[in-house]
């Protein structure tokens, strides 16, 4: 007898560089919740939508593509916050070309109203929405967009 295995559907959260810092320092940027504390937030959202969470964080770039890479087939979306590789690296921008799935990119703070240097990002053209500018909430937000689609889809 063949018993079926019903898989959660998971979501892959990317974290670049420095949000380790998150709740450290410049919290009138970035508010005062840890990373620590939004994966909790994430993981619990999660549980209300029916998605496995798979939440990390490097400072490496190379570390970005490589697990970009090797999401394909195991999720089904991911929630990218590149922090400063957003607005410099192309080598994200085609790993992100070959994920085949939703990207939903997240930024804390609004960096269009920053820098200049922060205006151009390299994730947004293969993004199918980015949230910026909605502090934390943003996450839950993007993953309020992702269990839509998997619901829309079933
Ligand atoms: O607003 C965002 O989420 C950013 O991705 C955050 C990045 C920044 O480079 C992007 O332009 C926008 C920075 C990551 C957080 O850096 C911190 C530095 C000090 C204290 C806390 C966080």
Request: hydrophobic residues 40%; contains cysteine; glycine residues 8%.
């Amino acid at each position: 007898m063949f018993s079926r295995v019903f898989l959660q559907p998971a979501v892959l959260i990317l974290n670049g560089p420095n949000l380790n810092m998150l709740g450290v320092r410049e919290p009138h940027i970035y508010g005062k919740a840890t990373l620590a504390e939004v994966r909790s937030m994430c993981c619990e959202k999660g549980r209300a939508l029916g998605l496995r969470i798979d939440f990390r964080q490097t400072n490496h770039e190379g570390t970005l593509v490589t697990w970009i890479q090797r999401a394909r087939g195991s999720y089904i979306g991911l929630i990218l916050n590149a922090g400063a590789y957003t607005h410099t690296s192309i080598a994200i921008h085609d790993a992100l070309k070959m994920v085949e799935m939703p990207v939903v990119e997240v930024h804390i703070s609004d960096p269009s109203r920053r820098e200049p240097f922060r205006h151009h990002s390299y994730v947004a053209s293969l993004a199918e929405k980015s949230i910026v500018g909605q502090g934390v909430d943003g996450y839950m937000q993007a993953l309020e967009h992702l269990g839509r689609a998997v619901h829309d889809a079933s």
